[in-house]
């Protein structure tokens, strides 16, 4: 197993009076992968076991939100089943923003100050920089209710820290007709409701993406 992968809980114990929920959105179709990308393994780990490690390293709380439990559970360690909770998809098949706006209006989003929402095909993630932007989340301004790492003019938004607010925003914004969560964070940056982390090289490496098997060559 590599030296960077998450090998142990490491449950937050941070001093920070803020909590944390973490979502982890899996059982995407995943087209272009032609594969599950949740049970896709990668030195030594399924990419949703390494992603839930993580989850829990950075979080109080941890879900992953997918269609199909019962295909993931079998698949993971007890130890770290133990820790996680389970979420059927809001609206199956509708897409990322579409389950964002939703689970940021229900509990337990509504009653955390902020909810991280990660996707299970980011393999890199680096908890210590999630820890370190959870760190700035008290001295974020109060109607600031997104802050999303951003690369150049790229919007990082599913590894992103969001208020329950921004769920009423999100659903406003598709209800009229939006799609993209990119154009929604350009608009919500217009109005000050957005404020991006910039990445350096390096951070923005942790942040690699998998959607098709070339991908994979990691």
Same mark, same amino acid.
């Given at each position: 197993m590599d030296q960077d992968a998450p090998q142990s809980l490491a449950l937050f114990s941070g001093t920070s009076h803020l909590?944390?929920?973490?979502?982890? !959105?899996?059982?995407?179709?995943? &087209?272009r992968m032609g594969r599950d990308k949740g049970l896709i393994q990668w030195r030594g780990m399924t990419f949703l076991e390494r992603c839930a490690r993580v989850g829990l390293a950075?979080?109080?709380?941890?879900?992953?939100?997918?269609?199909?439990?019962?295909r993931y559970q079998p698949t993971l360690p007890a $130890? /770290? !089943?133990a820790h996680l909770h389970w979420c059927l998809d809001p609206i199956p098949g509708a897409g990322p923003p579409q389950a964002i706006a939703q689970l940021l209006t229900l509990p337990p989003a509504v009653n955390h100050p902020w909810t991280l929402v990660l996707?299970? $095909?980011l393999p890199k993630l680096n908890?210590?920089? /999630? /820890?370190?932007? &959870?760190?700035?989340?008290d001295k974020?301004?109060? $109607?600031?209710?997104?802050?999303?790492?951003?690369?150049? $003019?790229?919007?990082?938004p599913l590894c992103s820290f969001y208020r329950p607010q921004a769920g009423d925003s999100l659903q406003g914004f598709l209800k009229g007709g939006g799609r993209s969560l990119q154009h929604w964070l350009k608009i919500q940056q217009a109005h000050c409701a957005a404020k991006a982390i910039p990445l350096t090289s390096a951070e923005h490496s942790t942040l690699?993406?998998?959607?098709?098997p070339a991908d994979l060559n990691l």
């Amino acid at each position: 197993m590599d030296q960077d992968a998450p090998q142990s809980l490491a449950l937050f114990s941070g001093t920070s009076h803020l909590s944390l929920n973490v979502v982890i !959105l899996a059982g995407g179709k995943s &087209r272009r992968m032609g594969r599950d990308k949740g049970l896709i393994q990668w030195r030594g780990m399924t990419f949703l076991e390494r992603c839930a490690r993580v989850g829990l390293a950075v979080g109080n709380r941890c879900t992953i939100v997918t269609p199909w439990a019962g295909r993931y559970q079998p698949t993971l360690p007890a $130890d /770290l !089943l133990a820790h996680l909770h389970w979420c059927l998809d809001p609206i199956p098949g509708a897409g990322p923003p579409q389950a964002i706006a939703q689970l940021l209006t229900l509990p337990p989003a509504v009653n955390h100050p902020w909810t991280l929402v990660l996707a299970c $095909d980011l393999p890199k993630l680096n908890p210590t920089l /999630l /820890l370190t932007w &959870r760190s700035h989340l008290d001295k974020i301004a109060p $109607d600031v209710f997104a802050y999303v790492p951003r690369w150049g $003019d790229r919007w990082e938004p599913l590894c992103s820290f969001y208020r329950p607010q921004a769920g009423d925003s999100l659903q406003g914004f598709l209800k009229g007709g939006g799609r993209s969560l990119q154009h929604w964070l350009k608009i919500q940056q217009a109005h000050c409701a957005a404020k991006a982390i910039p990445l350096t090289s390096a951070e923005h490496s942790t942040l690699y993406n998998c959607n098709t098997p070339a991908d994979l060559n990691l």
